[in-house]
């Protein structure tokens, strides 16, 4: 099976769990091309039998050049399998109200781009202080601080559960998502 991985990223976390994805989808005898939606401006999607998007949430929004690609391509996405992958640093705790958001924000994405995934998976993200500036740096320490994580400003987090993701992408294959 021929499987499309697209992702937009900010900071790099997507991107790291789109490479495990492709790297899963290989090892179970799939063929995947993985891309930055920026670079896919006239990919042929009618070639793929599955899709897979990710992007992250920042300031409730998904990148815009995610909303781009998934509008351009909204006609060949709704005839494919597809899985949605929705990082953010909401998904690695349990508080309803966050995840009430996480289900806002995804809603507020599908109803603009005019599409709607046939699976959709919140995956967890990382603090990636390596990338922040210095003013990030400091939203994201009191957003830690709110959530009564303690965090090194000067290291990275990580939270994407891989064993908890590849189980979701094998059960997506095995379903008729």
Not at 101 to 130: I, K, N
Request: hydrophobic share 50%; proline share 2%; charged share 25%.
């Amino acid at each position: 099976m021929k499987i499309f991985v697209g992702y937009a990223s900010t900071e790099g976390q997507t991107r790291k769990i789109c490479r495990f994805v492709a790297d899963h989808l290989v090892d179970v005898g799939h063929s995947v091309e993985l891309l930055d939606v920026d670079a896919a401006e006239g990919l042929d999607m009618a070639r793929f039998d599955r899709v897979i998007l990710a992007g992250s949430l920042h300031l409730k929004r998904f990148q815009s050049s995610l909303d781009g690609f998934v509008r351009a391509n909204a006609a060949v996405l709704a005839a494919l399998p597809s899985l949605f992958l929705a990082v953010s640093l909401a998904a690695a705790g349990d508080d309803a109200e966050d995840w009430q958001g996480l289900r806002e924000c995804m809603a507020q994405f599908c109803a603009d781009v005019r599409w709607q995934p046939a699976r959709v998976e919140h995956v967890a993200g990382a603090f990636r202080f390596t990338e922040y500036d210095f003013f990030k740096s400091l939203a994201m320490r009191y957003v830690a601080r709110q959530r009564g994580q303690v965090v090194d400003p000067h290291a990275d987090r990580e939270y994407t559960d891989w064993a908890a993701l590849a189980a979701a992408l094998d059960d997506w294959l095995g379903g008729s998502a």
